[in-house]
T-cell receptor, first 117, second 109 residues
Framework: GAVVSQHPSRVICKSGTSVKIECRSL??????MFWYRQFPKQSLMLMAT?????????EQGVEKDKFLINHASLTLSTLTVTSAHPEDSSFYIC?????????????FGPGTRLLVL | AQRVTQPEKLLSVFKGAPVELKCNYS??????LFWYVQYSRQRLQLLLR??SRESIKGFTADLNKGETSFHLKKPFAQEEDSAMYYC???????????FGTGTRLTIIP
């Protein structure tokens, strides 16, 4: 149980275009999801907390207009990278809290690799 | 602000030898610590959490508040333990996790 999926797994886009990444909880409802960014050989950096039915909470230094987060349902959060540039190329990972699971445990998606040309 | 430090980026251990992956933290309150693991080509997954006080896959970790450490240990390494290990601290009052930089553990046959 407690499976989180992400789509797409990999995306290549041109500079200036927008890219949407989906994060779904498949067998549980998640009121809270998280979006991370991971650079090669570095740790996961939390970008924002996605709350169902309310605005996302962004970490310091993360541009909310650049990384739009929408958590419209209890099983889906989307991250849209707007006007993507090569420096946005990275590995984006989402996670979700299962309210019925062990406290504090996050379930991670497989990640989405974004390459901006 | 909280911080999690994993001083070793890489760690190689012979099969059958003991393993210790170090994790130190700084946090002003009462922390909740986790170890997450990422096997090759798999997603990040929870290995263990300090409040459970359990052994998972032979691994244990004890929270030492005096030394602000949460080292991960296993007495006899196995080849399938090769993976990336992340120590994480949970922010009291919310669900956010702060991750360390990770340690890549390689078990030498």
């Amino acid at each position: 149980g407690a499976v989180v999926s992400q789509h797409p797994s990999r995306v290549i886009c041109k500079s200036g275009t927008s890219v949407k990444i989906e994060c779904r909880s498949l067998d549980f409802q998640a009121t809270t999801m998280f979006w991370y960014r991971q650079f090669p050989k570095q740790s996961l950096m939390l970008m924002a907390t996605s709350n169902e039915g309310s605005k996302a909470t962004y970490e310091q230094g993360v541009e909310k207009d650049k990384f739009l987060i929408n958590h419209a349902s209890l099983t889906l959060s989307t991250l849209t990278v707007t006007s993507a540039h090569p420096e946005d190329s990275s590995f984006y990972i989402c996670s979700a809290i299962n309210p019925g699971g062990a406290s504090g445990t996050q379930y991670f998606g497989p990640g989405t690799r974004l390459l901006v040309l | 602000a909280q911080r999690v430090t994993q001083p070793e980026k890489l760690l190689s251990v012979f099969k059958g030898a003991p393993v210790e992956l170090k994790c130190n933290y700084s946090y002003s309150g009462s922390p909740e610590l986790f170890w997450y693991v990422q096997y090759s080509r798999q997603r990040l997954q929870l290995l263990l959490r300090h409040i459970s006080r359990e052994s998972i896959k032979g691994f244990t970790a004890d929270l030492n508040k005096g030394e602000t450490s949460f080292h991960l240990k296993k007495p006899f390494a196995q080849e399938e333990d090769s993976a990336m290990y992340y120590c994480a601290l949970r922010d009291f009052g919310n669900e956010k996790l702060t991750f360390g930089t990770g340690t890549r553990l390689t078990i030498i046959p």
